[in-house]
């Protein structure tokens, strides 16, 4: 009976665990017409500003990157990494609104920082 | 034989959970540094809350200071964490972990913060009672255990995704082992612990990641100062291997090396519950790259324990009594 219950709750920990999603749905009525960045490649700890435009009814902007760290909101946003996020990385910007969602990825390389003389 | 059992509540009173924090900004719970303690005994419950605040602001390039980047960063973080152990029998004991951040904050002068919060990751133990011998005052106890990311991840701020230092889950599953060892010498008793987890792969909708191996090796010297009240002096190595990133590229800036003192302080109050606190003091670090070290981490944890024989027992004699009155 104890071992039952010992693997039971195991059982529930990773049923509850394993429950992601994205059920965001695609959009006919929004199309992303360029995404920019200022700096590419860019230095560790410089910044580099991307920007979307898009075509849509009252749209929104969300942003990923897979490492480093993006700052500000909405349609242009600053993108830095520190030393541990070098190499090629992605970020991917999100356009939605009521009708659903479009997304487009822009590489950006992080190199070695060093002293700007 | 009274002093036995204080010194023996004193470790179980102490939990211990594996995580990662001496590389600073690491997604998931920390590492809740208080005195490793050995198994309990059969339907002894305990249930703790702990409370941590964490702090780093000094970069590290090897053993050294790196003071040329042209600003100033600080993380910190408060983190409070319920823990639940019951003795299921005399050589098992199953615990129980569940962390949440109030907040977990990355600033950058003149910037606005990240901030993540919510729920981090719960953990599931199993520890043996391998070895005791109560004439020697020696025990042995391994344990394995599993981290479960159930908490916040790719947790976003105005549709825009928090960095995963600040991310409150790991993201991924974690598996540990390790072993404590603890014996009585005199007025002082030793103890030595080692662990060994290892990170799965963090593969989220948005991050690919993987935490390199952790190893933990920690010595604990305790002394019964007064009545209720001891002190724990722990010095601990913490090991961590270099991560890996898409197509197994290795993250040069990574991986660390950090030995802590910990001090700690418990007081054994009435009715099983006890008191301790205790901070996180490194005396060497030494990070690969260039890296946010830690800095430093004060922390509370507040215990009660329940035997549930010594209250069936009770209960048994006060039926007695009130019987033959």
Known sequence: MRRIFIVLSIVAFGLWACSKKNDATPSDSIKILSLTSSANPVMAYDTSVITVEAMGANLQYGWVANHGRIKGSGKSVKYSACISCMGLNTITCKVFNDTGEVSDTIMIRVTPWHTKK | ?325
């Open chain 2, 1 to 325: 034989m009274r002093w036995i059992k204080e010194f023996s509540f004193l470790f179980l009173l102490l939990f211990c959970s594996s995580g990662s924090w001496a590389q600073c900004c690491t997604s998931g719970n920390p590492f809740i540094s208080d005195a490793e303690q050995p198994a309990l005994q059969s339907k002894i419950l305990t249930a703790s809350l702990a409370y941590r605040y964490s702090h780093s602001g000094v970069y590290f390039s090897e053993d050294g200071h790196f003071n040329e980047l042209p600003f100033q960063e600080v993380a910190y973080s408060n983190y409070a964490e319920l823990q639940l152990g019951y003795g299921v029998t005399n050589w098992l004991t199953v615990l129980s972990e569940l962390g949440y951040f109030f907040n977990k904050t990355f600033e950058t002068p003149g910037i606005d913060s990240y901030k993540g919060y919510g729920l981090g990751d719960a953990a599931l133990y199993l520890k043996f009672n391998a070895y005791t011998n109560s004439r020697l005052r020696l025990s042995i106890s391994p344990t394995i255990g599993m981290k479960f990311p159930v908490g916040v991840f790719d947790q976003e701020v105005d549709n825009v995704q928090l960095p995963i230092s600040v991310q409150p889950s790991s993201g991924g599953y974690k598996y540990m082992a390790n072993v404590f060892v603890s014996k009585g010498f005199g007025k002082i008793a030793l103890a030595g612990f080692a662990s060994y987890e290892y990170s799965q792969l963090i593969q989220s909708e948005n991050f690919y990641y993987k935490y390199g191996d952790q190893w933990i090796g920690a010595i604990y010297f305790n002394y019964h100062i007064w009545k209720g009240l001891s002190l724990d002096l722990q010095f601990r190595n913490e090991y961590r291997a270099k991560s890996t990133r898409e197509n197994n590229e290795i993250v040069e800036a990574s991986g660390y090396d950090v030995v802590f003192l910990t001090p700690q302080l418990t007081y054994g109050f009435k009715h099983n519950w006890y008191l301790s606190a205790y901070t996180d003091i490194p005396l060497y670090k030494y990070y690969t790259g260039v890296q946010m070290s830690f800095g430093y981490a004060v922390s509370a944890r507040l215990t009660k324990k329940i035997d549930f024989l010594a209250l069936k027992a009770r209960n048994q004699a006060k039926k007695i009594n009130n019987k033959t009155m």
